[in-house]
C-alpha cells in the first residue's frame, strides 16, 4: 500500500507528481479535503435534477455501469446538447463560473503560467459516479470540436486509470491509481488518446471527502459546441 490516502499513512509515502505522457499531468492530492467535500455537496445536487443522475444507454442497448449527470451541456453517445433528450427532456444545469475557474487554476497547476489558461474556457462537466462494480471501457472523447485538454478530478474510492495510445485499445497503455483529491490533465498529443477506468477499490475512501462509498469523477472540458 502507498499513497498518503492511506489512513495512518497520512503523509508517509507522498506520490509525486507525473507526466505520463506528453500533455498528460498527474497531481496527487491537488484538491484539499474541504473542496472536494464541497465539491461532493454540489454534485449531489446536480444529481438530483434538472436532469437526474443515470446509467447511459448506448446506441447497441448496452447500460453503462457508471452513473453519470452533465452540467452545462448534456453528453449523450455520441453527441452534445443542451437538453437531456435521452433521459427527461430537461435542459441541464447551467456550467457555474467558479467551474471554469477551477478548470484555469488546474491548468496552471499542470502545465505552469505558460499554459493555454487565458483562452480555456471549459464550457461542460460530465460527473461520473461509481459504485464498487463499475468500470468504464477503453474510449476516446472525440465529441468535443476543440482541442482544449480535459480537467478530470477525483474524489472517493481510488480506482486504476487506463492510460492508452491514440492508435487502438490495447497496449502500450499505463496504468495510475487515481485517489482522492487527484488532478489529472489531458492536453496536447494525449487528448484523443484511449482511456478507460478497469477497477475500483471499494472502501478506499476518506469520509471526510463527503463520500462514504464510491468513486466521483469530474471532467471538465471545452465542447466548442455552441455559445
Ligand atoms: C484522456 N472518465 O468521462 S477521467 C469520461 O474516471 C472518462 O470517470 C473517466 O473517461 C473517469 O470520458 C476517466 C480521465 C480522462 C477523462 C477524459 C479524457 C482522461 C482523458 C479525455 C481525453 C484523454
Ligand atoms: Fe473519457
Known amino acids: ?7 495512518d499513512m497520512a503523509g508517509l509515502f507522498p506520490r509525486p507528481r507525473a507526466v505520463v505522457a506528453p500533455g498528460a499531468v498527474h497531481v496527487p492530492e491537488w484538491l484539499p479535503v474541504e473542496r472536494q467535500r464541497a465539491l461532493v ?12 443522475l443515470r446509467h447511459t444507454v448506448l446506441p447497441g442497448g448496452g447500460v ?5 449527470v452533465c452540467v452545462g451541456w448534456h453528453w449523450q453517445p455520441y453527441r452534445y446538447s443542451r437538453t437531456a433528450d435521452d433521459v427527461n427532456g430537461a435542459r441541464v444545469a447551467d456550467f457555474p463560473d467558479w467551474l471554469a475557474e477551477l478548470g484555469r487554476a488546474a491548468l496552471v497547476e499542470a502545465y505552469g503560467e505558460e499554459s493555454p489558461v487565458g483562452t480555456y474556457a471549459p464550457d461542460t462537466a460530465l460527473i461520473n459516479f461509481y459504485d464498487g462494480a463499475a468500470r468504464m471501457g477503453m474510449h476516446q472523447d472525440k465529441e468535443e470540436r476543440s482541442g482544449a485538454p480535459v480537467v478530470s478530478l477525483s474524489i472517493g474510492d481510488t480506482c486504476v486509470f487506463r492510460f492508452g495510445n491514440t492508435e487502438n485499445r490495447g ?12 488532478l489529472f490533465v489531458f492536453g496536447g498529443e494525449s487528448r ?10 471499494p472502501g478506499t475512501a476518506d469520509p471526510a471527502t463527503g463520500m462514504s462509498r464510491g468513486r466521483l469523477n469530474l471532467t471538465l472540458r471545452e465542447t466548442g459546441w455552441g455559445v
Not at 500500500?1 to 489512513?7: N, R, S, T
Request: charged content about 20%; glycine content about 10%.
Open 41 to 52: 455537496e454540489v454534485c449531489r445536487e446536480w444529481a438530483r435534477g434538472p436532469v437526474p
Open 64 to 68: 453503462m455501469s457508471v452513473q453519470t
Open 192 to 201: 484523443f488518446a484511449f482511456h478507460g477506468v478497469p477497477k475500483v477499490c
Open 1 to 7: 500500500m502507498y499513497g498518503w490516502a492511506v489512513g
Open 171 to 182: 497496449r502500450p497503455y499505463t496504468d495510475v491509481e487515481l485517489a482522492s483529491g487527484d
